[in-house]
Every structure is written in C-alpha cells, then in structure tokens.
C-alpha cells in the first residue's frame, strides 16, 4: 500500500464510469494527458488493461466490471472516514450494482425496480448475472455480485436476508384448453387427463406438483422440461401443455400472453423469495438505498 497513490482510485473510478479518458479529466479536474499517464500507472498496476478500444469506443474489461462494485464501496468508506455525517444522494452517485437473480425474480422485480431507478439515481447502473441456490454464497463473498435475490436459506454464517415475498403455484395453460373450460371441480385426477410441463433449472424429472402428487399414488406426465419460467410460458400459450406456475409470475403472464389460470386442486409446497448480502456490506449506503428500492419495488407487485 505504500507504493500505492491513492488518489489513482478517484481517477480509475471516473474512467471505468465514463468510459472516456476525455470525459474521466473533465470529471476529476485532471489534464486529459495526465489522465492518459494515470490510466497507464493503473493498467501496470492492475496487471490488466482496464480500457480496450471497441469500434472507436473505449469499453471496459471484464476485469475492470468485476472490480467496479469494490472501488465503488472502497471510496464511500474512505468518505465516510473524513466526513461520516454526509448523507447519501443517489441522484450523485455514479456506480455500478451486481444482482445475482434467479429468472423468476428478474422477470418480477426488475421492470418495476428500474422504472425508480432511471429516475431517483441516474447514475446507478444494474448488471444481472445468473445464479441459484447452490452457487450463491460464493458468488456473494468472492464480490462477482452485490446482493442476491431468489430461493435461498434465510440463515446463512457471514450474510444477511430479507424475505421479500412468498408465493405459491396454480395451474396455466392457454386459453380454451380443456383444463380452463371445465367448469367441473378440479380433482388430482384430472392430471393424468393433460399433457403437462415441468420448469427445472437444473433438469429434474420432478418438481413440488409431484411430490404433492405421490401420496395420492398418482402420476402425471411430463411431456416437456425446460429450464426457464418465461420460456415455459411462451410454450404454453402456444401449446396443449399445462403448466403450474408461480402466481405472481403467471399473473404477469396472462396480462401479455393467451393464458389463463384456475387454482391447483391439491396443496402444493410453496417457496419464499429472499433478498442476500455479506455481513461486512450490511453498512454500504449505495447498497442499503438499492435494498431499499427492491422492498418497494415488491409492493408494486401487490
């Protein structure tokens, strides 16, 4: 560290956001060369070139994006050391948060999240990865992401959650199918009468429907599995498959597609959806105001 100008990390942070050694100056109040020398100084630091030129546009590496959410969290500690009693203003920041999402819940929160967000932090910007229960402390604790959203254990050492919403399944399938028709009460055996899909991220033959189905000593049949939510849906509209869906995705679902829905005729198992952080983070303003903004965008479900 003693090697090391820190005053580079205000600069580098201005050239990963703006992508622009002409427009990192002007924001740092540096000369454009003296940028270009700061720039050099930090692409021998870094042992990477941080930005590469793409189509006449400089874009940063793969390196420099996984660094942004730690330079980002870096500096406002280092503010908060001289001067703890400033508030935080999204509408100054200018940053770069990782969410490691499920589709189920991207497809959910994110409209709603980022109609708030282009307008209360413009200068905030979201990158998606994928993620699932058994990658996400990983993902979480190595930095490839800032916050977690999906079915996770509430209770893991060295992070903290916050249940989101709970959610349950019911039946989909396109309009005048059969299933939706009838207007006799649905029983479990009426799904050995239907052809039906299965969403499984990870391939499984069975899902909650199954195992809700095995006591009865009844079995369906799963002509199609796929891995997606939204793509099940697409299928569904177009096809005799029948789906059991999430019921806050599968109301999205029939306000764009030709679907409808009735409620499942036996109980099924349904699942809580958490929001996950390290604990060191618990503190990161940036990241308390995005928690803050994903509970509201949950109440815009309702």
């Known amino acids: 560290m003693r090697s090391v100008d820190l005053n580079l990390l205000t600069t580098l942070q201005a050239l990963l956001v703006e992508q622009s050694v002409s427009r990192a100056a002007l924001k740092v109040g540096l000369s454009q060369p003296a940028t270009s020398h700061a720039l050099a100084r930090l692409r021998e630091l870094f042992k990477d070139a941080l930005l590469e030129r793409h189509g006449g546009q400089l874009r940063r590496t793969a390196f420099a994006s996984e660094l942004m959410p730690r330079l980002d969290a870096a500096l406002r500690a280092a503010r908060a050391v001289f001067d703890p009693e400033v508030s935080f203003d999204p509408m ?27 307008s209360e932090a413009p200068g905030v910007d979201f990158r998606v990865i994928p993620t699932n229960k058994l990658a996400v402390a990983e993902i979480l604790r190595s930095g490839q992401a800032d916050l977690a959203l999906g079915v996770f254990e509430p209770y893991v ?5 916050e249940a989101l ?7 989909v ?7 939706l028709a009838s207007r006799a009460r649905l029983t479990p ?28 000593g009844i079995c369906r049949r799963v002509r199609l599995t796929v891995p997606n939510f939204l793509q099940a849906s697409e299928v569904a509209s177009e096809t005799g498959l029948v789906l059991a869906l999430g019921r806050r995705l599968a109301m999205r679902s029939i306000q764009r597609l030709p679907l ?3 409620e499942l005729p036996l109980t099924v ?3 809580t959806t958490n929001m996950m952080w390290v604990d060191q983070r618990n503190s990161d303003p940036l990241l ?15």
């Open 260 to 262: 409808g829905w009735r």
């Open 189 to 216: 055996l009426c799904f050995v009468d239907h052809d039906w899909m299965l969403v499984s991220p990870f391939g499984d033959s069975v899902g909650q429907v199954d195992d809700a189905l095995q006591p009865l």
């Open 269 to 271: 198992r349904g699942f």
């Open 92 to 118: 100054q920041v200018s940053a770069e948060v990782r969410l490691a999402a499920t589709e189920y819940v991207s497809a959910l929160l994110l409209p709603p999240l980022m109609k708030k967000i282009k």
């Open 288 to 302: 308390l105001w995005v928690r803050q903004q994903i509970a509201g965008a949950v109440k815009a479900l309702a």
């Open 173 to 179: 399938a396109r309009l005048g199918h059969p299933i």
């Open 157 to 161: 050492p060295g992070f903290r959650s």
């Open 165 to 171: 919403f709970d959610d349950d399944f019911v039946i």
